[in-house]
């Protein structure tokens, strides 16, 4: 395949190998690298501990009895919150100190004493507000000394057990929150803190108080969020992983997309979008998907960083995409007191934009490397693919027609989607056994297997979404006590006034000249400067905390800020709009070097370098760093006051067109390598598509045309006319 001259990336294609893509996957799923990468998910989701065959029963039995506790109280069993979520947090708590050795370099699979002494401790500290709920509720929240002593230690063996699944970021962050609101002339620290930051200081009983004995800390909205919907959806996603789903998404966004140019990305791009849906980790879906999809792209030309860097974008973007959006849906739903499908619908949008843009720069780097597709013959058949999977799509729509169409709650949903989801498991294996003519009783056994280790599996997927809420919940308790809010706002709009000072010498000059109102440009700058530090607040607070987590600290401490100086400057978007954009920034940190476990996992797929694929998968998701920005001055993007379909379609036209200049200009690429002033020209196009107006539209509009037009008679060899144009 022909390099072309003016691309210093290009790399030629491998030449076609007579083997069927069936093939090249069961390769695949051998390699080391493969293994690697699960092994990683292992110790980073599931602990990686390997007991004895005993204890390897006993936490089976305690992950199978938790998924059959949040399914009893989500269908047949009335239990109040407090109690729910006790239980909830006692049971991840037990698994952590079961399956996550105190050092993992150790690689230890011994459980020590200490382990078990932790494990009992910690479930006891949980489950003595159901022990004594009864006079927990009769004492109207005072704490007793038995409490002080007994919520101390569960606080501290909550961090750890945050440490130990989680790394240290978050473990900090909460105990510097805790040390915060110890500290000040009345607090157990009697230390005077900053002006800026000081409060009065709270003894160590209020404190306890707030986060263990009430439900505005540890046991507060974010985790009684996890135990209603979020444990449910995660389980669902696992069942449907181990039915098989995830191999039939995959095999069918190759049947379909195959034989295009760069067609194993594109397929990846569809096949993480899919399996985003009801995926709780980029970590997992990166060795869901990119087991399969990384060597395919490898084959078809990708260098084997950017194959891994494609399939780390999808698979963090994954998390965008409703209805589960990386397990913070429902959180998010809780925080701004809007229904959940709301929440959908606001993000549905910003969510197929950006796959769109992500399947379009793939296409670019297709043309860059001056790739193929597939040869047909490799591919699965289209109908057949489609028809033997077909029966994986039947719980997706029991799950979307009780949550659109009948309106049900998302548990209610959820749960007739997981019994829906347990007789397909269960009516698979025979069918298939009696449609080969072997027998159907072992086939049957296997079904109920596969049920049980789904359930398990489900647990053992959600030990770290509910220590990570437990914990984020520690800082929500901090701000509601000391009114750190109030103080944030003030801290970040000085750096942000700093900050729109210096850059407006610059750009006022520029906007008078064009006649703009002088003091609406100096609020939008300012604003603009919140929304940036916010961002990098996320991204920096996203290098050591999973999605969920990070996006209950944000938006505890600067959701709130972006709505207040919001209103204060006229921008007029609702709560909803805050929220959604700390958590995009949320989801973009799972891939910010040098941190990102997402693409460690890809890299050890693809055997590549993992700085490198984590700063490749940064470039592919830099457009997706423009998207809440667009959204925040267009709420339109959002669903948010369209009146009919037509305003609807040119609003999604409009972004989508935005987003393609946007990653043609990062790129460097469009028909052929751009010049430097036909980047700028598409920067500026996306830029521009951020206002909502009909004028910068049609503008943009425009001004695209030219650079195609500029780009094709270059192509044909017509470089000064281009040029000229």
Same mark, same amino acid.
């Given at each position: 395949m022909a390099r072309r001259p003016d691309d210093e990336d290009a790399r030629p294609a491998e030449p076609p190998v007579p083997v069927t893509i069936d093939q090249i996957m069961a390769e695949a799923a051998q390699d080391e690298g493969a293994a690697e990468a699960a092994k990683m998910v292992e110790d980073v989701e599931a602990g990686g501990r390997d007991p004895n065959a005993l204890m390897k029963r006993v936490i089976f039995a305690i992950a199978l009895a938790w998924s059959l506790f949040q399914l009893s109280i989500a269908s047949v069993i009335v239990l109040d919150a407090t109690r729910s979520r006790a239980i909830h947090l006692a049971f991840a708590l037990l698994l952590v100190f079961l399956v996550f050795p105190a050092r993992r370099k150790n690689g230890a699979k011994k459980i020590p004493w200490y382990d078990y002494l932790a494990a009992l401790a910690s479930t006891a500290g949980v489950l003595y507000l159901v022990f004594d709920y009864t006079g927990i509720q009769l004492r109207y929240g005072l704490t007793i000394p038995r409490e002080v002593v007994i919520g101390s230690v569960t606080l501290l063996l909550l961090l750890e057990a945050t440490r130990r699944s989680l790394g240290p970021a978050l473990a900090v962050i909460g105990s510097i929150f805790i040390l915060y609101a110890m500290t000040g002339p009345r607090g157990a620290i009697p230390y005077t803190l900053p002006d800026l930051i000081a409060h009065r200081g709270y003894p160590i009983e209020r404190i306890i108080g707030q986060m263990y004995v009430s439900t505005e800390g540890v046991f507060g909205v974010a985790l009684g969020v996890s135990v209603q919907f979020v444990f449910l959806f995660v389980l669902f996603g696992s069942m449907l992983d181990r039915a098989g789903a995830g191999k039939f998404f995959i095999d069918l966004a190759n049947s379909l997309l195959g034989t295009f140019r760069g067609g194993p990305a594109k397929a990846s791009v569809v096949a993480s979008a899919m399996t985003g849906m009801v995926s709780g980790s980029s970590l997992a879906n990166v060795v869901t998907t990119g087991t399969f999809t990384i060597p395919l792209m490898k084959r078809s030309g990708y260098p084997a960083h950017k194959a891994a860097g494609i399939e780390v974008a999808v698979s963090t973007n994954g998390q965008l995409m409703p209805p589960v959006m990386g397990a913070a849906a429902f959180i998010i739903a809780e925080f701004t007191n809007v229904p959940y499908l709301e929440v959908v619908r606001a993000a549905f949008v910003p969510a197929v934009v950006s796959f769109i843009a992500l399947f379009f720069i793939v296409h670019l780097e297709a043309l860059k490397l001056g790739l193929k597709g597939i040869d047909r013959a490799q591919l699965p058949s289209r109908w057949r693919t489609f028809i033997e999977?077909?029966?994986?799509?039947?719980?997706?729509?029991?799950?979307?027609?009780?949550?659109?169409?009948?309106?049900?709650?998302?548990?209610?949903?959820?749960?007739?989607?997981?019994?829906?989801?347990?007789?397909?498991?269960?009516?698979? &294996?025979?069918?298939?056994?009696?449609?080969?003519?072997?027998?159907?009783?072992?086939?049957?056994? &296997?079904?109920?297997?596969?049920?049980?280790?789904?359930?398990?599996?489900?647990?053992?997927?959600?030990?770290?979404?509910?220590? &990570?809420? &437990?914990t984020a919940g520690i800082v929500v308790g901090t701000v509601n006590l000391t009114g750190l809010g109030l103080r944030l706002t003030e801290i970040i709009q000085s750096v942000a006034n700093a900050m729109a000072s210096v850059l407006g010498l610059v750009v006022l000059p520029l906007v008078q000249a064009f006649g703009a109102n002088p003091d609406a440009a100096s609020n939008t700058l300012t604003f603009s400067m919140v929304l940036v530090i916010t961002a990098i607040a996320s991204l920096i607070l996203g290098l050591g905390l999973p999605t969920t987590a990070n996006y209950i600290v944000m938006a505890t401490l600067t959701a709130p800020v972006i709505y207040n100086l919001g209103q204060q400057f006229g921008m007029g978007f609702p709560l909803l709009a805050a929220h959604l954009f700390v958590f995009f920034f949320g989801i973009l940190a799972d891939d910010t070097p040098p941190v990102g476990l997402a693409a460690y996992a890809a890299a050890a797929i693809a055997h590549s370098n993992p700085i490198r694929t984590g700063i490749q998968g940064f470039t592919y998701d830099m457009r997706t760093a423009i998207l809440p920005f667009m959204f925040i001055f267009n709420t339109h993007l959002l669903w948010i006051g369209i009146d009919s379909v037509w305003e609807g379609a040119i609003v999604f036209l409009s972004a989508v067109l935005g987003m393609f200049a946007f990653g043609a200009g990062t790129q460097r690429w469009l028909m052929i390598k751009t010049r430097w002033y036909e980047q700028i020209v598409l920067l500026a196009v996306a830029f521009m598509l951020i206002t909502p107006t009909l004028t910068t539209d049609f503008v943009g509009l425009a001004l695209v045309v030219l650079v195609f037009a500029s780009q094709w008679l270059r192509r044909r060899a017509m470089p000064s006319l281009g040029a000229g144009v």
């Open positions: 999977g077909i029966h994986y799509l039947a719980p997706l729509f029991v799950l979307i027609y009780y949550l659109v169409i009948a309106r049900s709650s998302p548990a209610f949903a959820v749960v007739w989607a997981i019994a829906t989801l347990v007789v397909l498991m269960l009516a698979q &294996a025979p069918v298939r056994a009696r449609l080969r003519g072997e027998p159907i009783g072992p086939a049957l056994i &296997a079904g109920v297997g596969d049920v049980i280790r789904g359930l398990e599996a489900g647990a053992r997927n959600m030990v770290g979404i509910a220590v &990570a809420v &437990a």
